[in-house]
C-alpha cells in the first residue's frame, strides 16, 4: 500500500498584496482551478481542511513496454520536438518531464 505523506500550504503575510493574492487563490481553490491545474503536481486540494497540501509520491520504475517504447522513439530520432514527447507520454502513460 502506498503511504502519501502531506504538509499543509501556509501562507505568509509579508506584502500589501498578499491578501489580494489569497482572496484571487482561495477563489481558485473553491473553483477548483488549482486542484486541476497538471502543474501544479505534488500539491493537492484537501476538502478537509480546506488548504492545498503537497503529496509526496514514491517513484516508480518503467516497465518493459514503455522501455521498448522510449529506445524505439529514440532509435527513429534522438532529438524529441514537444509534440513527440507529447506522443509518447501519452502511449507510455508517463510524464512529459
Given at each position: 500500500?502506498?503511504k502519501?505523506?502531506?504538509?499543509?500550504?501556509?501562507?505568509?503575510?509579508?506584502?500589501?498584496?498578499?491578501?489580494?493574492?489569497?482572496?484571487?487563490?482561495?477563489?481558485s481553490?473553491?473553483?477548483g482551478?488549482?486542484?486541476?491545474?497538471?502543474?501544479?503536481?505534488?500539491?493537492m486540494?484537501?476538502?478537509?481542511?480546506?488548504?492545498?497540501e503537497?503529496?509526496?509520491?514514491?517513484?516508480?520504475?518503467?516497465?518493459?513496454n514503455?522501455?521498448?517504447?522510449l529506445?524505439?522513439?529514440?532509435?527513429?530520432?534522438?532529438?524529441?520536438t514537444?509534440?513527440m514527447l507529447?506522443?509518447?507520454?501519452?502511449k507510455?502513460?508517463?510524464?512529459?518531464?
Amino acid at each position: 500500500m502506498l503511504k502519501i505523506e502531506a504538509k499543509p500550504l501556509t501562507i505568509r503575510d509579508d506584502h500589501s498584496k498578499t491578501s489580494e493574492v489569497v482572496s484571487q487563490v482561495n477563489t481558485s481553490l473553491k473553483s477548483g482551478v488549482i486542484a486541476t491545474n497538471p502543474k501544479r503536481r505534488g500539491y493537492m486540494y484537501n476538502e478537509e481542511s480546506g488548504q492545498m497540501e503537497r503529496v509526496i509520491r514514491k517513484r516508480k520504475r518503467k516497465t518493459a513496454n514503455q522501455l521498448e517504447e522510449l529506445q524505439g522513439a529514440f532509435d527513429l530520432d534522438p532529438h524529441w520536438t514537444k509534440e513527440m514527447l507529447l506522443d509518447i507520454s501519452t502511449k507510455t502513460f508517463l510524464t512529459e518531464a
